[in-house]
T-cell receptor, first 113, second 112 residues
Framework: QQQVKQSPQSLIVQKGGISIINCAYE??????FPWYQQFPGKGPALLIA?????SEKKEGRFTISFNKSAKQFSLHIMDSQPGDSATYFC????????????FGAGTTVTVRA | DTAVSQTPKYLVTQMGNDKSIKCEQN?????MYWYKQDSKKFLKIMFS???????INETVPNRFSPKSPDKAHLNLHINSLELGDSAVYFC???????????FGSGTRLTVV
């Protein structure tokens, strides 16, 4: 049973465009929502994360938007670059619970030059 | 200096064999994990150890047995390998107050 649902499965964006990936969760006990970036042959690497007490967090070209009432969060990649081509995973965990990181299914982003 | 290192990076073996994957972290973290990434890239937790104690054991066949000799090491032993065990296995770790997981670069296991 997948606790975090992610869409789309893949997307193609032109260089300079905006990539948007959406995630939804059911478990209201989740209180930490990270995004991971994975390049081929590498492990997932933490990109950016948000706690549910804020609605938006921005780090460089990457922004997380969080909607607690809708139980949804999204990643926006602004000014997408070819080096951003990777698989992106949203995830969630309970900080004061089992601390088990549950992942979405992943989105493969391809940035065309 | 690699934070979470796994060996080997690639493992090709025949059905029925027994194999081990090793993981070491030099971050001083207390908790270590094994995740399995299937051919569709889905990541699923298998086990978690906190300071050598097993705390998460997902529905994984008994052929998989983790062992943590100390808090910096977590190994995964797999008996009687099956074709369906082919996947990439990732080790990860977290520390107190550090919510983000740090992942190793993975071990690609191919069972033929």
């Amino acid at each position: 049973q997948q606790q975090v649902k992610q869409s789309p499965q893949s997307l193609i964006v032109q260089k300079g465009g905006i990539s948007i990936i959406n995630c939804a969760y059911e478990n209201t006990a989740f209180d930490y929502f990270p995004w991971y970036q994975q390049f081929p042959g590498k492990g997932p690497a933490l990109l950016i994360a948000i706690r549910p007490d804020v609605s938006e967090k921005k780090e460089g070209r990457f922004t997380i938007s969080f909607n607690k009432s809708a139980k949804q969060f999204s990643l926006h990649i602004m000014d997408s670059q070819p080096g951003d081509s990777a698989t992106y995973f949203c995830a969630a965990l309970q900080v004061l619970g089992d601390y088990k990181l549950s992942f979405g299914a992943g989105t493969t982003v391809t940035v065309r030059a | 200096d690699t934070a979470v290192s796994q060996t080997p990076k690639y493992l090709v073996t025949q059905m029925g064999n027994d194999k081990s994957i090793k993981c070491e972290q030099n971050l001083g973290h207390d908790t270590m994990y094994w995740y399995k990434q299937d051919s569709k890239k889905f990541l699923k937790i298998m086990f978690s150890y906190n300071n050598k104690e097993l705390i998460i054991n997902e529905t994984v066949p008994n052929r998989f047995s983790p062992k943590s000799p100390d808090k910096a090491h977590l190994n995964l032993h797999i008996n009687s390998l099956e074709l369906g065990d082919s996947a990439v296995y990732f080790c990860a770790s977290t520390g107190t107050g550090n919510y983000g997981y740090t992942f190793g670069s993975g071990t690609r296991l191919t069972v033929v």
